[in-house]
C-alpha cells in the first residue's frame, strides 16, 4: 500500500487570496482544522508519529486519522468552515486538504473506514469534496449529511439538507444516484443500492455549546443535555 504523507504550503491565486494546500508527497505537518468537541475520548494518529489524545482547540493535520472510543464523540472543524462529526467508535482519515479562501475552490477527501458521521458544509467548493467508505463514494451540495458505516462496509446515507451523490465502488457497472433531502440511501458490499438507508441517533453528532479556545486536559468529553431537534 502506498504511503500518504502531506506538505503545508501557500499559493498565490490570481485574486491575490492565499491558497492552502495539503498535498501528498511532504513531511512538513500543519493544521487543517481543530477540534471543536471532545466526548469521553478521542485520539489521532498523524502521519509517521505515535497515537495521541486530543483536545479541544488541538490542530487536525494532513493525513492524521482520527477516531472515538465506545460512547465517544469528536467534532473537527476545517479552516473553511466545513464540519465532520463522528459519533461513537468512529474513525476518519484525512486524504487530502486543499483550500483557496479567495475562490472557495479546492478539494476536501476524506476516508470513512467504519463507525458514524455527520458532514456539514462549510465554505469550500463541494465539487471537490468526496467521502469515501469502504464501498461507497459520497459527495455533498449544500448539504448535511449522516452517513453510518458497518463493520463489513455497508453504508447508510441520511440526507438531511442538500443533496447527497453516490456512487458504489464496487458491482459491474456503477451509477452515480443523486438523494436530495429529505432522503436516505444504502450501498452493500458488491454494489447493491436501496433507498432504506438506516443512520444511528447517535448523540454524538448533536450540536454543542460553544466551549471557548480553552484545551482540556481530564479524561471525558462535555456532557451537555442537547436535544437533538433535526437540527444540525
Not at 455527520?118 to 451540495?141: D, M
Request: no cysteine.
Amino acid at each position: 500500500m502506498q504511503r500518504r504523507t502531506f506538505v503545508t504550503g501557500l499559493a498565490i491565486a490570481a485574486g491575490g487570496a492565499a491558497a492552502i494546500r495539503w498535498v501528498p508527497g511532504a513531511r512538513a505537518q500543519e493544521g487543517v482544522g481543530s477540534v471543536a468537541h471532545v466526548e469521553v475520548w478521542a485520539y489521532g494518529t498523524p502521519p509517521q508519529a505515535r497515537r495521541r489524545d486530543l483536545y479541544i482547540a488541538d490542530d487536525v493535520v494532513g493525513g492524521e486519522r482520527v477516531e472515538t472510543v465506545p460512547q465517544g464523540a469528536l467534532h473537527v472543524v476545517f479552516l473553511d468552515g466545513t464540519e465532520m462529526r463522528l459519533g461513537s467508535e468512529s474513525a476518519m482519515t484525512l486524504d487530502s486538504y486543499v483550500y483557496d479562501p479567495g475562490s472557495g475552490g479546492g478539494e476536501l477527501l476524506l476516508n470513512l473506514p467504519a463507525g458514524v458521521f455527520r458532514f456539514i458544509s462549510g465554505n469550500l467548493n463541494e465539487e471537490g469534496i468526496v467521502l469515501t467508505t469502504p464501498v461507497a463514494q459520497i459527495g455533498v451540495r449544500g448539504s448535511v449529511v449522516d452517513i453510518a458505516v458497518a463493520d463489513d462496509g455497508k453504508t447508510d446515507i441520511m440526507v438531511r439538507e442538500g443533496t447527497g451523490l453516490i456512487t458504489p465502488l464496487e458491482g459491474p457497472a456503477p451509477v452515480t444516484k443523486e438523494v436530495p433531502a429529505p432522503g436516505t440511501a444504502s450501498v452493500s458490499p458488491g454494489g447493491g443500492t436501496s433507498d432504506a438507508g438506516a443512520v444511528p441517533n447517535d448523540p454524538g453528532l448533536r450540536s454543542r455549546p460553544s466551549r471557548g479556545p480553552g484545551r482540556r486536559r481530564g479524561r471525558g468529553g462535555s456532557r451537555e443535555e442537547s436535544s437533538d431537534d433535526g437540527s444540525p
